[in-house]
């Protein structure tokens, strides 16, 4: 039974839908928002259902002939309820400066409900191109280059099935019922879906081995052009240290879930002495759920004042080190200005371009928004000596982060188990490594680690229930065990570098899944000394803190690149080898006839190039060479010579032999 090429089949809305859900789950990786990918997908998946049945079960009805009327009025519905549709969306949608990727978005999921046809089973594809086309500029996502691919070799075989079944359409208005001569006669100018295939996979070839080189060459202009790009938002209490607001009012939680989706994005590069902790934000008040900030300055005269008193907590964290020395950084931004600088000590100097430095009275700095935000921004800041381990800590802030801040959150068995285990210590830095100590060897390293209780206290269900927690809960546990036996501590995010993960100019790459919380206590002599719970504490397998190479995503990876682009030239070799033996085939079954057609388009493609003037299908021989006929000149008798040699060869009985015919042809286009 032969197929029937005038259909269309479950196929091609199952082309439709890996088109479509590649674009939509693309748009929701880029934007950091994993649930918006989801969700978009589920809704197309349901749409393009939805359609195959209309399609299958109505198709002799009047009912799919209204799937024009209805795109049109689903796609003003939802340009004029946009923000409403928006807010639908998990974790409250796209931002407003991006509300065109949730237009895009809203407009493909509605539009998969009416693909009752073919001439609008492709139409939900066109706003997928745009989704791309936001995906790559925001460049958030390594995986939308595989995605991409995936949407190219769907699309166009969609397309050329959707192609073929025009011509199938055209053939039988014209008479021809066999489909199997669609590559034959008139029609043999078609190209198959092999094509289409091969086309796909060389764009993808060129863009994986043509960007680098490309991205390369244009690294000396790209800091001219300016790409807003969206800052990934796993969850609400995921807060990125970079982008923190002026207004610093709001709490972060955590323990809220999952930290392993972090993407391997670089947002920093760093120019310092060793890798540093970079602070980013500081925090006093646990919650029990999270932890509030401190309040910032509420007019430029408190501000003046901190800088000039030397009680102040500014002053009192930088002039509480003793014997210190200054050690130069340099941030460089990537993909974007920040509000907040990493710090990689103590402020000393900081200076950058046009820049408008703002310092909050923990020490941590920010660039205020009436500022231009600068790419670069460098200084020195004041770091203690690392081979004198502090002893006492300070007085002059106990008040402020242990007896006024958070303590009434704290467990009674947290506070108990804070004591136990520092009960022979004799000085309060011996206090705070015990502490330390026990929570390593108590809770394991996991960023896989589901969310605690939403009614329980975060510190206690870690300790005691869960055992297994990524940084936030680890720093959390180690404030709040420290001001539990009376040490002045505060919670502290930023981001850790890995040592070897450096460029060929010397500074540290910082990315996304390098975000880390860790606790600070301040000490005499010392100044704000760092603890990190997690770097003695066991890893679950598989929730590590990432490496620069063994926890990438895998489309990142150049294995998994390399292997890609060889099954690309595979596919490539095997698009061409069909091509050739559907060619070989063609000219068997055409027979002597089909070498005398095949030798009249070399010959009209001579013409075309000798006249300027272009052969349509419907012209026959004669009516081609008399519209060239008057820009041929002297070579005007010749060519109507060869011209009607080849019309007696296609249609006389007794036709030239092909040699002659090859001839004849090679040494009219040596002379022309």
């Known amino acids: 039974m032969s197929r029937d090429f005038s259909r269309v089949s479950w196929v091609d809305y199952l082309l439709s839908f890996f088109a479509g859900t590649s674009a939509l789950y693309s748009a929701g990786m880029g934007l950091g928002i994993p649930e918006i990918g989801y969700f978009c997908v589920g809704i197309f998946a349901c749409g393009a259902t939805f359609s195959f049945l209309i399609h299958s079960f109505l198709k002799k009805t009047i009912v799919p002939k209204f799937d024009g009327l209805f795109f049109s009025i689903a796609g003003f519905a939802v340009i004029f309820n946009i923000f409403a549709l928006n807010r ?15 237009v895009l978005c809203w407009l493909m999921m509605v539009w998969s409900f009416a693909m009752w046809r073919d001439s609008t089973l492709m139409f939900p594809c066109v706003p997928a191109v745009a989704i791309f086309s936001l995906v790559g500029s925001w460049d958030n996502f390594g995986g939308a280059v595989f995605a991409f691919f995936v949407f190219l070799l769907c699309f166009a075989t969609l397309f050329a099935r959707a192609q073929q079944r025009g011509m199938v359409h055209r053939a039988h208005v014209a008479g021809e019922t066999d489909p199997s001569r669609l590559k034959l006669g008139p029609w043999k100018w078609m190209a198959g879906p092999e094509w289409a295939l091969a086309s796909a996979a060389v764009v993808v070839l060129v863009s994986l081995l043509g960007a680098p080189i490309i991205q390369f060459s244009v ?42 989706d972090l993407s391997r994005a670089v947002v920093l590069r760093a120019k310092m002495d060793e890798p540093r902790y970079l602070r980013s934000r500081t925090f006093v008040g646990y919650t029990g759920r999270g932890w509030r900030p401190m309040r910032d300055f509420n007019t430029s005269e408190e501000r003046r004042d901190a800088w000039f008193n030397e009680e102040s907590l500014f002053n009192i964290g930088r002039d509480s080190i003793k014997d210190y020395r200054t050690v130069p950084f340099t941030i460089e931004f990537v993909g974007g200005a920040s509000v907040v600088v990493p710090m990689p000590g103590e402020l000393h100097t900081i200076q950058g371009r046009d820049a408008n430095f703002e310092i909050r009275p923990d020490g941590t700095v920010i660039i205020t928004r009436a500022a231009s935000m600068p790419d670069v921004v460098g200084g020195w800041v004041r770091v203690p000596d690392p081979y004198q381990p502090p002893v006492n800590a300070s007085d002059k802030v106990r008040g402020a982060y242990v007896n006024e801040r958070g303590t009434d959150s704290i467990a009674p ?41 939403a009614r329980g206290n975060a510190v206690e269900e870690f300790l005691f229930v869960s055992k297994e927690g990524y940084c936030d809960l680890f720093a959390s546990a180690m404030v709040v065990m420290a001001r539990s036996v009376g040490l002045p501590a505060r919670y502290t995010n930023g981001f850790l570098p890995f040592p070897d993960d450096v460029d060929d100019m010397g500074r540290y790459i910082i990315r996304e899944s390098d975000y880390h919380a860790w606790c600070e206590i301040l000490f005499e002599d010392k100044g704000w000394t760092i603890f990190d719970a997690t770097e003695g504490a066991d890893a679950v397998p598989g929730g590590e803190r990432g490496r620069p190479t063994a926890s990438e995503p895998i489309w990142q990876r150049d294995w998994f690149k390399g292997v890609l682009a060889f099954l690309g030239l595979g596919f490539l070799s095997w698009s061409a080898w069909l091509v050739r033996n559907r060619y070989v085939a063609t000219r068997a079954k055409l027979g002597v006839r089909g070498e005398v057609g095949i030798l009249y388009e070399k010959f009209a493609r001579r013409l075309e190039r000798m ?18 006929a008057p820009l041929l000149a002297d070579k005007i008798g010749e060519a109507r010579e060869l011209n009607r040699l080849f019309v007696e060869a296609m249609f006389s009985p007794t036709s030239t032999s092909l040699p002659e015919l090859k001839s004849r042809l090679k040494a009219f286009s040596k002379r022309n």
């Open 88 to 102: 639908m969306l998990p974790e409250g949608g796209f931002p407003n400066s991006l509300m065109i990727a949730s």
């Open 219 to 260: 690294q000396g202009v790209a800091g001219f052009v300016r790409i807003t790009a969206p800052t990934p938002q796993r969850r609400p209490n995921t807060q990125n240290p970079l982008n923190s607001s002026g207004d610093i009012s709001g709490e972060v939680g955590v323990g809220r879930g999952p930290r392993g």
């Open 413 to 453: 068995r947290v506070r108990q188990l804070a004591l136990e285990v520092t009960a022979s210590a004799t000085t309060d830095y011996e206090k705070a490594m015990a502490i330390k100590a026990e929570i390593e060897r108590r809770c394991r390293y996991n960023l896989n680690a589901p969310a605690v209780s």
């Open 611 to 628: 006249a300027g003037r272009p052969r349509w299908p419907s012209q026959t021989p004669d009516e081609y060479l008399e519209v060239c």
